[in-house]
C-alpha cells in the first residue's frame, strides 16, 4: 500500500499539540478510509486538515447552492440534508451520522455545488479537506481512490431509489414502500428514528395527511404502531399499495 503524500502548501498552519489531538478512532471507520492503515490515516487527517467547524443543533453546516472547495468530513454528530420542492413542501434527504464526508459525489462535478442543505440535528463537527489535496492523495493512494469511487456508487443507489419513491404519486404507496424497505418477511418490525414531522418531510408532504394515511392503515390491518414501534401485520396488502 502507498503512504500518504501531504502538500504541505496547500495547509493552513495549526498548532501541533492540536493537530495531534484531532485525529478520533472512529475516522477509521469512515467508508472513505476503510483497509487503511491506521498510522497512515492518522498523519493523514493530522497534515491535511485545513480548518475544524463546529456546528450547534439547528445550525446550517451548508446551504443549497454553496460552492464546495473542500471535503467535508463529519467527525462528530449528525446533520439532516433537506430541500424545498417547487410545489414549497421542505423534503428531508436523509440524516448522515458521522463518520461521513457531506455530499462526496458532487466534489469534483462541473457545479461543483451542494445539492441541499444540511443541518446540525445536535452538536457537529466537520473537518475541512482541500478539496486540491484530496484529489492528491487519491491519485497516490489506490485503495483510498476504491473507497472514493464505492461510497460515491453507493450514494448514487441511495438517491436513485429516493427518486423513485417521490416519483409515486400516492401517499399509501410511498409509506407502503418505506415500510417493506426497513422490514423483511421474517424481521416485520422495526423502530421509527423520525418524529412523524420528520417522517412527513421525508416523503415531502404534509404532518396532517401522513398521520391521516398512517390511521388508515392502522384501521385497515396492515400495520401496527405503538409508540416509534411499527409491526407490518399484512406484507401483501403493503406490496399490493405499491
Not at 459525489?105 to 463537527?125: C, G, L, Y
Not at 400516492?170 to 423502530?191: C, D, G, V
Amino acid at each position: 500500500m502507498k503512504y500518504f503524500l501531504i502538500f504541505f502548501t496547500d495547509l493552513v498552519n495549526f498548532d501541533s499539540q492540536k493537530k495531534e489531538e484531532m485525529y478520533k478512532s472512529n475516522i477509521s471507520r469512515c467508508p472513505l478510509f476503510l483497509g487503511i492503515d491506521e498510522e497512515m490515516l492518522k498523519g493523514f487527517i493530522t497534515w491535511s486538515v485545513s480548518e475544524v467547524r463546529t456546528f450547534q443543533k439547528g445550525e446550517h453546516v451548508v446551504r443549497q447552492g454553496d460552492s464546495i472547495n473542500f471535503l467535508y468530513l463529519l467527525v462528530e454528530g449528525i446533520v439532516r440534508t433537506e430541500m424545498n420542492t417547487a410545489e414549497g413542501n421542505l423534503v428531508e434527504i436523509e440524516f448522515i451520522e458521522a463518520v461521513r464526508p457531506l455530499a462526496p459525489a458532487f466534489i469534483f462535478s462541473d457545479q461543483h455545488r451542494f445539492p441541499v442543505d444540511a443541518i446540525a440535528m445536535d452538536k457537529s463537527v466537520v473537518y475541512m479537506i482541500p478539496k486540491s489535496v484530496f484529489l492528491k492523495e487519491m491519485m497516490l493512494n489506490e485503495v483510498l481512490l476504491r473507497n472514493f469511487l464505492r461510497l460515491n456508487s453507493n450514494i448514487t443507489v441511495f438517491l436513485s431509489g429516493k427518486v423513485k419513491m417521490l416519483s409515486i404519486k400516492s401517499l399509501r404507496a410511498k409509506l407502503s414502500l418505506y415500510i417493506l424497505e426497513n422490514t423483511t418477511a421474517s424481521q416485520n418490525s422495526f423502530t421509527l428514528k423520525r418524529t412523524q414531522t420528520q417522517l412527513a418531510e421525508y416523503f415531502g408532504v404534509q404532518r396532517p395527511s401522513l398521520a391521516r394515511t398512517i390511521g388508515e392503515m392502522i384501521n385497515d390491518g396492515a400495520i401496527s404502531l405503538y409508540k416509534r414501534e411499527l409491526k407490518v401485520l399484512n406484507r401483501k396488502q403493503l406490496e399490493s399499495n405499491i
